[in-house]
């Protein structure tokens, strides 16, 4: 015992020594210092049940408590002593229904942690109304030894119902946009085999209060319905189940012809009802607590219902009331665009959708890409959010950074997201915040929810690098908040991550909270959009005029000419700014009060417009790329600065990607400029060139980058 101790006590001493590959995400558990240990002392554990839920919230109460204080408590009765922890429900804990908790408040998935008196000595309860509650529960009580902070009281319930990971993984192994290795999912072993690695997503995504997952790519395959299929997929939610996370399937609207040979697919033809009926049936039947359906319907020459001119509604509908008696939902996407080069792309979702508000049951929830266009680093909000109050809308995020530098650029997506859900939508007046709208509090939706793109692969840090886990841990604190502040989850996630120390702590926040500003201004400044290199979206492209459409040309977008740059989406050009509502119309309407972050999404101005710094728009152009560029370096400077304080491992794999950034934000910039000069023709201030001829950065081959 002597023994153990004195090797715990090595062990706190130590600054971050041991090895580290990233595996385990933000659930490290390490030794906690002997400065914050009295407050988390636990004499016993009183935590009876053994529900699948209650046992894996022990055992990772457990798992903490051991790597953290050196032991995991013990549970025999020691009631006389200060220092209980009582875990459980009323159900599982009678002794709960004396200590007169608010229990009411917490809703079915929210819990409590409260500094009480049992038994005549000091305790601490962590309650909830349901086993996953209690889970909860217990990640919050752990992550709060983690980040060494007080154990307060504390009440927390999530805002909204539906907390997602789609995963646009393949059933072959790879990964849409994914960055991060091939796919967890392994169905050439499913379901013989289960991974250890789909507990430890299981924990991770309970930990931030992630409640359902779509293994599978929204570019949907038909075999994910067969019956070889559902029996992989049950396993992998029998995996899943005891961590409250559901599992739903993305599917392709024509699998009744590809799996069982119909001649039709329409919605409304009595045979094919009859197939998903069955279809859904076959499902439940393995998976009681299936979630439901995924569907992106009609969209980049997916097949759907429009293909037998019936409406997304009528699609949608058809499935949701077969869904409805087994308890599953339809998250229909409304990421869809005409085929026409006369309309604009940021119209399209509103003029197909809103006409059909009302019309769709209660059991389905539009699922809204954040912005009109793509993912973009920066986009205005979707103005669907502002037109469908009778219908439920739920968000969806792009955890992978498929836009913002894939694997290596370090961009910290909390201020993108807060930006989108903080959105003023004027839907009913002033107030009407897109969080507001997506938690269904706004207008009373039957269902709330945020869906996110994951970005996790099975490389040994999961999501490619060690901060783009913070990307993934964000989009589930806001998931479950929506109101929750970027920079207080980036320190949460900091702290827990590599150290508590503030040393530390404040710079690398600081760091992480203007990261996505500087990868907008090396990359898109000013309103910019879509100008990356085509199909792979990695690197510059604002020249690219590969692909069938006119809508997936770079100049489609940021229509470069002789007379200025940008979109005319006003009344005069697209009208999109007219979709908009209340004070964010008349802004995006009227170019002075536009803000710059939008300028050229909204407008098309000229190369000597007045910007606000007093700077002609080129000259704007310029600052910003360069100050892009610039803030790269300071991010590298603050890095290398942090090298006490994190393992080796971790410590070089960003320095090394911070490298790379450098480089290719240079790239950004100079090949962007290169390009937008021959329309400017405006001289380069300052001595400012790109080091190369315009010609050299439209020959890069893929996955090459100029040399500096
Ligand atoms: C785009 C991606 C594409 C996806 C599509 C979607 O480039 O791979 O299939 O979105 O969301 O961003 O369906």
């Not at 839920?53 to 790597?67: I, W």
């Not at 702590?505 to 100008?531: C, F, H, K, Q």
């Not at 002789?562 to 050009?573: A, C, Q, S, V």
């Not at 080091?691 to 100029?706: D, G, I, V």
Request: contains cysteine; glycine residues 8%; aromatic residues 12%.
């Amino acid at each position: 015992m002597r023994l153990l101790s004195f090797v715990f006590a090595l062990l706190c001493l130590g600054a971050p020594v041991r090895a580290e590959s990233g595996y385990d995400l933000w659930l490290r558990y390490t030794p906690v210092e002997a400065q914050y240990r009295a407050q988390y002392a636990t004499t016993w554990l009183l935590a009876p049940g053994d529900s699948p839920t209650l046992r894996v919230a022990v055992q990772e109460l457990n798992r903490g408590l051991a790597g953290m204080l050196g032991s995991a408590p013990p549970t025999e009765n020691r009631a006389a002593m200060d220092g209980t922890l009582l875990v459980g429900t009323p159900a599982s804990l009678p002794a709960l229904d004396r200590l007169n908790l608010p229990l009411k408040e917490l809703g079915a998935q929210g819990y409590l942690i409260r500094n009480v008196t049992y038994g005549g000595h000091k305790a601490l309860v962590i309650a909830a109304n349901s086993d996953i509650g209690v889970l909860y529960g217990v990640f919050a009580y752990l992550r709060r030894v983690q980040m060494r902070q007080p154990m307060t009281d504390l009440v927390s319930a999530p805002k909204t119902q539906l907390r997602i990971l789609n995963h646009w993984d393949n059933l072959d192994g790879t990964v849409e946009r994914g960055y991060a290795g091939q796919s967890i999912f392994n169905w050439h072993v499913l379901p013989g085999y289960v991974s250890p690695r789909i507990t430890d997503y299981a924990r991770a995504n309970a930990s931030i209060g992630i409640n359902g997952m779509v293994p599978n790519n929204v570019n949907a395959r038909a075999d994910s319905l067969s019956p070889e299929y559902i029996e992989k997929t049950k396993a992998l939610a029998d995996a899943l189940r005891p961590y409250g996370i559901r599992v739903y399937l993305s599917v392709r609207w024509s699998a009744p012809i590809e799996i069982s040979h119909l001649k039709t697919a329409d919605p409304l033809d009595p045979a094919v009802k009859a197939w998903w009926a069955a279809k859904i049936a076959e499902i439940y039947k393995s998976i009681p607590d299936f979630g439901g359906f995924l569907v992106k319907a009609n969209s980049e020459g997916q097949p759907g219902p429009q293909d037998y001119h019936r409406n997304h509604a009528d699609g949608a509908n058809m499935i949701a009331d077969l869904l409805r008696p087994h308890g599953g939902v339809v998250m229909w996407r409304a990421f869809v665009y005409a085929n026409d080069p006369k309309i604009d792309r940021a119209n399209t979702a509103v003029n197909e959708f809103a006409p059909l508000d009302g019309q769709f049951r209660d059991n389905v929830v539009l699922q809204i890409k954040n912005g009109p266009l793509d993912f973009q680093p920066r986009e205005p909000f979707s103005p669907l959010f502002a037109t469908m109050p009778k219908t439920s809308l739920m968000m969806e995020f792009q955890i992978t950074k498929e836009y913002l530098g894939q694997q290596t650029h370090l961009a910290y997506l909390g201020p993108l997201f807060e930006e989108v859900l903080k959105s003023d939508t004027y839907e009913h007046g002033p107030g009407s915040t897109v969080a507001k709208i997506i938690d269904g509090s706004m207008d009373h939706h039957a269902i709330s929810g945020m869906a996110g793109v994951a970005n996790i692969g099975n490389d040994a840090d999961w999501s490619g690098s060690v901060f783009n886990q913070a990307n993934w841990y964000v989009f589930g604190r806001m998931a479950w908040d929506p109101e929750m502040s970027a920079r207080a989850v980036a320190t949460e996630w900091t702290r827990q991550t590599f150290t508590a120390d503030p040393a530390f702590v404040a710079p690398v926040v600081d760091m992480m909270m203007s990261s996505r500003e500087t990868v907008v201004n090396y990359m898109t400044p000013l309103g910019l959009e879509l100008i990356m290199a085509h199909s792979h979206h990695m690197g510059p492209g604002p020249w690219d005029m590969i692909g069938p459409r006119e809508d997936w040309k770079a100049p489609y977008y940021h229509r470069a000419d002789e007379t200025g740059i940008g979109f005319d989406r006003t009344i005069t050009g697209s009208d999109n700014a007219g979709q908009y509502k209340g004070a964010a119309k008349a802004a995006f309407e009227d170019v002075t009060k536009t803000p710059e972050e939008y300028l050229l999404y909204f407008h098309h101005v000229s190369w000597d417009y007045k910007t606000r710094s007093g700077r002609t728009l080129w000259n704007e152009l310029i600052a910003r790329y360069q100050r892009g560029v610039e803030d790269v370096a300071g991010m590298q400077q603050v890095w290398a600065a942090q090298k006490p304080y994190v393992d080796v491992e971790r410590f070089d794999k960003t320095a090394s990607f911070l490298a790379i950034q450098h480089r290719e934000a240079i790239w950004w910039r100079d090949a962007c400029l290169a390009y937008f000069a021959q329309f400017s023709k405006r001289p380069f201030p300052g001595g400012y060139q790109p080091k190369y001829p315009l010609e050299y950065y439209e020959k890069m081959p893929m996955f090459a980058s100029p040399q500096p």
